[in-house]
């Protein structure tokens, strides 16, 4: 977990206060990433809802949203991702992302050079998650082609559906037999 001493002073300097959760997490979440997110995210608003807040900034990274649109595609059949504001309990709290197209490297080169060292938090799932396998894979694809996470990026936001969707909706009707 981070220092709290040292994040605490870091929001005084910034105007804000820090809100710190007793609630603790059952083993048994960690075992399913989709569940533990769940779980942390229902904390998180029962603290924003306890204290009269209205938004919750996440840290979600560009690494994130790609790793979270292949794992949508891969493991839901879905093209879908993270958005950098979403509304969410019927309206009533509103996520935001602020970091969402930083590469990871690049929040934790900025977080070195203006407060020292970085710890990143271990998941006790994360040993064998399909986050971690997605993330990998994507290590390899750079291997050969180091834009693979930039294109994949590009791609997610900047998506064209006009053409395409047209295109496809023609090949589905006459030639791809239709999946149960």
């Known amino acids: 977990m ?7 002073d870091i929001c005084r300097h ?6 710190l959760s007793k609630n603790t997490l ?5 075992q399913d990433c989709f569940r533990c997110s769940q779980a942390r995210r229902r904390l ?4 924003a809802e306890a204290h009269g807040c209205n938004k919750i900034a996440l840290g979600h990274n560009a690494d994130d949203l790609v790793e979270t649109f292949l794992l949508n595609i891969f493991y839901s059949g879905r093209l879908a991702a993270l958005c950098p504001r979403q509304s969410v309990l019927r309206g009533s709290l509103i996520l935001i992302r602020p970091l969402i197209y930083l590469w ?3 929040i934790e080169d900025f977080a070195r ?3 020292g060292r970085v710890s990143t938090p271990t998941c006790p799932g994360a040993k064998d998650s399909r986050r971690l396998a997605i993330r990998r894979w994507l290590v390899r694809l750079s291997r050969n082609n180091r834009h ?3 294109n994949l990026l590009k791609a997610v ?3 064209k559906f006009e053409y395409p969707c047209c295109l496809i909706e023609k090949c589905y009707r006459t030639r791809i037999p239709r999946l149960a």
């Open 113 to 115: 050079r203006h407060f």
């Open 44 to 47: 998180l608003f029962d603290l």
């Open 2 to 8: 981070a220092d709290v001493e040292k994040l605490s």
């Open 26 to 30: 059952s083993e048994s979440v960690f």
């Open 14 to 19: 910034l105007g804000l206060e820090l809100l």
């Open 104 to 106: 990871k490297s690049d």
């Open 157 to 159: 936001t900047n998506t």
């Open 148 to 150: 693979i996470k930039r």
